[in-house]
T-cell receptor, first 115, second 109 residues
């Protein structure tokens, strides 16, 4: 499945580093999402973009900064992270954020380790 | 608050049937999704229920009772490849998906 791609697949960074995660979808969707997945915890929605406009920001710390230059690309800029930010970061897309019947398609995720 | 409950782990035998339950309490309801996630991989869509009743799709079926805030995923003729985590998610009145922590299903020969 190559509908949603994410790079890098693995990332190790120190607390003072700055890095970016990239997501690209080839499905013609208009909504894109960033999720955080920690072991044995529910998926946490971080950010939602619908037609390139940010619609949701679920109280995410400012050390995470999203960017959506167009409907196909989504970035998550990271800086001064904490060890508890270590997790799997998943990108997803769907036809439209407000169309309830449409499922989300996920990328393979970036496994982030903060040292 | 909003809450999705599902068992943490279940074990079943190859060829058997298993039912994974999900109960929810959310602000509004705009449908319930089931996803499958193999270890180290992306979640993939299995089913969507918005009306009460049973939806069948091959070996997998999903049931919804909105009055009870309850759903289940039924897997028949279990295969080893069905070993995975199964995630229940409800779309609330703000169109956000509220996720359960997932049920890890272990299939034994």
């Amino acid at each position: 499945e190559t509908g949603v791609t994410q790079t890098p697949r693995h990332l190790v960074m120190g607390m003072t580093n700055k890095k970016s995660l990239k997501c690209e979808q080839h499905l013609g969707h208009n909504a894109m999402y960033w999720y955080k997945q920690s072991a044995k915890k529910p998926l946490e929605l971080m950010f939602v973009y619908n037609f390139k406009e940010q619609t949701e920001n679920n109280s995410v710390p400012s050390r995470f900064s999203p960017e959506c230059p167009n409907s196909s690309h989504l970035f998550l800029h990271l800086h001064t992270l904490q060890p508890e930010d270590s997790a799997l970061y998943l990108c997803a897309s769907s036809q439209d954020f407000q169309l309830p019947a449409y499922e989300q398609y996920f990328g393979p995720g970036t496994r982030l380790t903060v040292t | 608050g909003q809450n999705i409950d599902q068992p943490t782990e279940m074990t079943a035998t190859e060829g058997a049937i298993v039912q994974i339950n999900c109960t929810y309490q959310t602000s509004g309801f705009n449908g319930l999704f089931w996803y499958q996630q193999h270890a180290g991989e992306a979640p993939t869509f299995l089913s969507y229920n918005v009306l009460d009743g049973l939806e069948e799709k091959g070996r997998f079926s999903s049931f919804l009772s909105r009055s009870k805030g309850y759903s289940y995923l039924l897997l028949k003729e279990l295969q080893m490849k069905d070993s995975a985590s199964y995630l229940c998610a409800v779309r609330d009145s703000n169109y956000q998906l509220i996720w359960g922590a997932g049920t890890k299903l272990i299939i034994k020969p």
